[in-house]
């Protein structure tokens, strides 16, 4: 056992201060986070769009068959609230009483409020409590209230869990189940960095965490309640300091990548395979995402492309204006494009290197591709099921009028579909493959060499250890 560590009470029984970190689409399911439980930590559900069976087990495919996006988002919300709770129920039967099972959602989801309670209707007694990030969730503690379960917002500062308890969490402190403090530099997946931080100047963590401890203690939260370190925790003994530590309150860790390499994740093995050859740098922090927020991923060619293709634009105007002298003349239709010479050029170039389509973005910028990629981007945007409550890529938007009212946004791509594609087997290369900047260990960790894959026990029984 690492010195210092001791169990936390959480959901009315004694776990280990060990969360595994929830992670949608289908990358933890009933398999992991159950078997976490069963170890004695705390286990997380991805409510993101889960899988739910038929009645041999097999995965039911998310096909959508109505017209309008507004109709395929209604059945994307039949989804999300069958598979989320054919998840927790399964994930319940695996903890078999041991530890506990929280489920994950991201406020930024489409529907995200009618999936949760949609789930804790249908789960009483089964879900101990509720993480919920990708947003400002202030309505998390009134569902969670409704249904008696704990919540547990994700924040990445003090300033944003500030806000939250002065709009509404006050109302409702005896079930706040903890705090995650998501490290906007080190944690894989989408994050909570603000505009006033730098994405390429990352910050210790152990004084935002601090701070986010004083200003629970000013609003009168006792110790006892768990700030929860997610995003970079490798190795126990990297943290040692902030283990019984009066400073900082009652501290628990949150794994969120080290569970994707285990016998009972649910990732597919091309996937698993990958992850043991990053070296430290192959994580990028970026800014893609159709939701509008940073996150990070392995550098997969998928990436690179979307990398280049915004690496290829140039800004226009509708007329002759300031620099903007001559006419666009490859990629567009019309003559309302006026740009720089240089910029002209360099469009011409592209031209000749097959990226012939200029796609309008909703910056005044255009970005060149090929016709094929036109094709898939055209097709994607057309496609959207409404995963998102406002998203930059298709414009879509869940709620009063359906639409951000801006331009969909082809820098951007579709996130449900490169999700539900690298979890169900298709090339990892070729997707978004989210990871935390501490992936490169698996690589030079010794527990994992001679190709070793633990189970989830193994792997909570090597982390008590300190490794």
């Keep these: 056992m690492f010195k210092g560590l001791k169990p936390i009470l959480y959901g009315g029984r004694e776990v280990w201060p060990l969360v595994e970190g929830g992670k949608g689409v289908s990358a933890t399911n009933h398999m992991s986070s159950g078997a976490w439980a069963a170890a004695g930590g705390i286990g997380t559900v991805s409510a993101v769009n889960a899988d739910s069976y038929d009645a041999e087990g097999k995965i039911v495919p998310q096909v959508y068959k109505s017209l309008t996006r507004k109709e395929r988002h209604e059945e994307l919300i039949h989804y999300g609230i069958e598979g989320a709770v054919a998840q927790v129920e399964r994930a319940y039967e695996i903890a078999d009483g041991k530890g506990a099972i929280n489920i994950n959602v991201l406020w930024e989801m489409g529907g995200a409020q009618q999936i949760l309670e949609g789930v804790l209707a249908r789960t009483p007694g089964k879900i101990a409590g509720v993480t919920c990030g990708a947003g400002m969730p202030y309505k998390l503690s009134e569902i969670a209230e409704r249904h008696n379960v704990m919540y547990l917002p994700i924040i990445s500062s003090a300033r944003a869990f ?112 990958r992850l043991r050859t990053l070296d430290d740098g192959d994580v990028l922090l970026h800014r893609f995402s159709p939701t509008g927020f940073y996150s990070s991923a392995v550098r997969t060619p998928f990436l690179r492309d979307l990398e280049a293709r915004s690496e290829r634009q140039i800004p226009y105007s509708k007329q002759e204006a300031g620099d903007h002298i001559v006419q666009l003349d490859v990629g567009v239709k019309g003559k309302n494009f006026w740009v720089t ?58 709620h009063d009028d359906y639409t951000t009212g801006y331009l969909a946004d082809p820098r951007s791509f579709c996130i449900q579909k490169t999700l539900q594609d690298i979890a169900h087997g298709g090339d990892p290369e070729q997707n978004l493959m989210f990871a935390g900047h501490a992936a490169f260990n698996f690589k030079t960790d010794p527990f994992y060499s001679n190709n070793f894959t633990p189970t989830v026990k193994q792997l909570v029984d090597r982390i008590l250890t300190g490794d």
């Design 162 to 273: 500030r806000a939250l308890w002065k709009r509404a969490y006050h109302k409702v402190p005896q079930l706040l189940g903890a705090v995650v403090y998501e490290d906007p530099w080190l944690a894989g997946g989408h994050n909570g960095l603000s505009n006033a931080e730098d994405p390429l100047v990352p910050q210790d963590p152990y004084p935002r965490v601090k701070a986010l401890r004083d200003v629970m203690r000013a609003e009168g939260i006792s110790d006892d309640v768990p700030i929860v370190m997610a995003g970079g925790v490798w190795y126990l003994r990297d943290w040692e300091n902030w283990i019984d530590n009066p400073e900082l309150g009652q501290i628990a860790f949150q794994y969120g990548t080290r569970p994707l390499l285990t016998e009972e994740s649910p990732i597919p093995q091309a996937w698993k395979d």
């Design 341 to 398: 010479p240089h910029d002209r050029a360099r469009a011409r170039d592209w031209a000749a290197e097959g990226y012939t389509e200029a796609l309008k973005t909703p910056d005044n910028t255009v970005v060149f591709v090929t016709e094929a990629d036109k094709a898939v981007i055209r097709k994607d945007q057309t496609d959207c099921m409404g995963c998102l409550s406002h998203c930059g890529f298709s414009s879509w938007k869940d």
